[in-house]
Every structure is written in C-alpha cells, then in structure tokens.
C-alpha cells in the first residue's frame, strides 16, 4: 500500500517569492510520483511527474521538483510566484504499474501581492 | 472540445433522492474513474472501470452504482441520498492501468458540486 502526505495545508507567500511545497510518501515497491494542480472550481491538472531518469522534472510553468529516494520525498518549488500560481497542489503516487494512483491532502497555495 | 465532460456540474437535492451524475470522455482512453472530494479538499478514489469492467472498488456504500455503457461513458447513480455524500465529484480518464498505466497521467472533469439538504 501507498501513502503521501503533504505537510502544509496552506502556504502564504508574496508575489515573486520563492517556494517549496514539501511532499513525502511511503511505499514498499518502487513509484511513479505526479504533481497536480488544481485552480478554483477546476478540475485537476498535470503539472509534473517523474517516471525514471534523472531524478529532477520540471514544468512548462516554472514548477521543478526533485525525487529523492533516501528521503522518500518529491518536493515542489518555484523559484518565483505569480498571483496566477494560486491554486491547490496535489501530491500523488503510483506503483510502477500504473496501479491505484493516491494522492496527498492537497496544499493551498495562496500568492499574495 | 472538452476532453473529459461531466453533467450536471451543481446538483442540489433533498436527503432521501436519487441522482445521477454522467460522464464522457472523447480521448479514447481505455480507463474511467470516480473520484470523491470532500469540503476539506481530500480526493479518494471511489471506482475505476477499464473497458467497461470493474477493476477498483473502493469502500463505498452501496448506494453508489456506477454503470459504464461502453468505455466513453461511465456513470454515478446514488440512491437515497445522505448529507455526508455532498462533496464535488470527480470522473477522470487514463490510457491504460487502474493509476495512469506507464504514463501516469489522469485526466479529470471540472467536478460535479453536490449539495444535499
């Protein structure tokens, strides 16, 4: 079985700001690991996801985040926010199958300017 | 050309009624879900159907039916309705694997809010 727990459930930041929305799972076989973005009254949205290779994946939108096995974990950042970045941000998890894809509590990034 | 379409998308109800929520996705994707969203954001998976056979099922009370006429289409019918069932539903679709197959990727609807008074 998977988890994933996204430890802040609200992250305030300023307009050009950087941040980092922190991600960790739990898994006893190997994963697939997706970011996922949801704006408001939206559906989710792919914003990135690491299958194999290197261990950092990046977004046409600035996002990057990093897969970091000993640490079991698959942080976000940007180095810069828009206001446009507002937004929930979803962890998720799947076994390398493609099986039963979970995902985080969510992270409600709010960009002030 | 929406991708993954879901009707109606607010549905306001009475406890005791029974509702259906339709789904089509145009992507040719061989995978359907229902996901569940509850007030605080929180997405469970509720149902997965691949080429129109049930493959996930999570715990879900019985009044929750889904039904897939083909593998465009996959519906959510709810029988007597209940307040802890207001939530915004989810369907979403994927080529291939109960998760996304090799890809991972799911492709989700704009929800459907369901309020129950």
């Known amino acids: 079985a998977q988890s994933v727990t996204q430890l802040d459930s609200q992250v305030p930041v300023f307009e050009e700001a950087p941040v980092e929305l922190r991600c960790n799972y739990s898994s006893s076989v190997s994963v697939y690991l997706f970011w996922y973005v949801q704006y408001p009254n939206q559906g989710l949205q792919l914003l990135l996801k690491?299958?194999?290779?290197?261990?950092l994946v990046e977004s046409i939108n600035g996002f990057e985040a990093e897969f970091n096995k000993s640490q079991t974990s698959f942080h976000l950042r940007k180095p810069s926010v828009h206001i446009s970045d507002t937004a929930e941000y979803f962890c998720?998890?799947?076994?390398?199958?493609?099986?039963?894809?979970?995902f985080g509590g969510g992270t409600r990034l709010m960009v002030k300017p | 050309d929406t991708a993954v379409s879901q009707t109606p998308k607010y549905l306001v109800t009475q406890m005791g009624n029974d509702k259906s929520i339709k789904c089509e996705q145009n992507l040719g994707h061989d995978t359907m879900y229902w996901y569940k969203q509850d007030s605080k954001k929180f997405l469970k998976i509720m149902f997965s159907?691949?080429?129109?056979?049930?493959?996930i099922n999570e715990t879900v009370p019985n009044r929750f039916s889904p039904k897939s006429p083909d593998k465009a289409h996959l519906n959510l019918h709810i029988n007597s309705l209940e307040l802890g069932d207001s939530a915004v539903y989810f369907c979403?679709?994927?080529?291939?694997?109960?998760?996304?197959?090799?890809?991972?990727?799911?492709?989700f609807g704009e929800g459907s809010r369901l309020t129950v008074l």
């Open positions: 979403a679709s994927s080529q291939g694997g109960a998760g996304g197959g090799n890809t991972g990727e799911l492709f």
């Open positions: 159907y691949n080429n129109k056979e049930l493959i």
């Open positions: 998720a998890v799947s076994d390398e199958a493609g099986n039963m894809l979970t």
């Open positions: 690491y299958l194999s290779g290197s261990t």
